[in-house]
T-cell receptor, first 114, second 111 residues
């Protein structure tokens, strides 16, 4: 089944403890992206990647890192999480240029930083 | 900077009614526009994708139109059902491949 898989689905952590949220897609998509969703603010793009080893900042990249060493994986790294990064995170992928079916989203990761 | 606005923010209709959700964007230089559905606490499900060269797309009871020059898209839902209750989001991909989402319209269809 064509899908985007995020792990974990739920995560509670403490301030300052480094964490990684994984994202993997099995559709051979070039384009991958991370979003956070907050009440009243909608979905905001954190980082995106046009292809392997090519990443770029979205609208809210501060406090996050990403890497794209393989086409299928696009992990989101929080080096020193803070409570304002408590949010619902989504990974998404698409064919380059958004052709075909457009974006496919993962099921989300609900992160709580205490 | 591209901004995407969805009106109304919330909508409650009786079952069976036809309805229209609106999405507007400030920069007409878009690559495509996509409509999504999101159920509470869940991920996003793609409904319709309209490329910049297209005027509309249809899937079952859903029809989405795109007017790039005026910066507008509409999502038409025919014969609404309680199962259509969800938040509907539109997203615009610009020429640089950044994607900007609207805040969504929360739809409630009463049985």
């Amino acid at each position: 089944e064509a899908q985007v898989t995020q792990n974990p689905r739920y995560l509670i952590t403490v301030t300052g403890k480094k964490l990684t949220v994984t994202c993997s897609q099995n559709m051979n998509h070039e384009y991958m992206s991370w979003y956070r969703q907050d009440p009243g603010l909608g979905l905001r793009q954190i980082y995106y990647s046009m292809n392997v080893e090519v990443t770029d900042k979205g609208d809210v990249p501060e406090g996050y890192k990403v890497s794209r060493k393989e086409k299928r994986n696009f992990p989101l790294i929080l080096e020193s999480p803070s409570p304002n990064q408590t949010s619902l995170y989504f990974c998404a992928s698409s064919l380059k240029g958004g052709l075909g079916r457009g974006y496919t989203f993962g099921s989300g990761t609900r992160l709580t930083v205490v | 900077k591209q901004e995407v606005t969805q009106i109304p923010a919330a909508l409650s209709v009786p079952e069976g009614e036809n309805l229209v959700l609106n999405c507007s964007f400030t920069d007409s230089a878009i690559y495509n526009l996509q409509w999504f559905r999101q159920d509470p606490g869940k991920g996003l499900t793609s409904l319709l994708l309209i490329q910049s060269s297209q005027r509309e797309q249809t899937s079952g009871r859903l029809n989405a139109s795109l007017d790039k020059s005026s910066g507008r898209s509409t999502l038409y839902i025919a014969a609404s059902q309680p199962g259509d209750s969800a938040t509907y989001l539109c997203a615009v991909r610009d020429g640089g491949f950044k994607t900007i989402f609207g805040a969504g319209t929360r739809l409630f269809v009463k049985a």
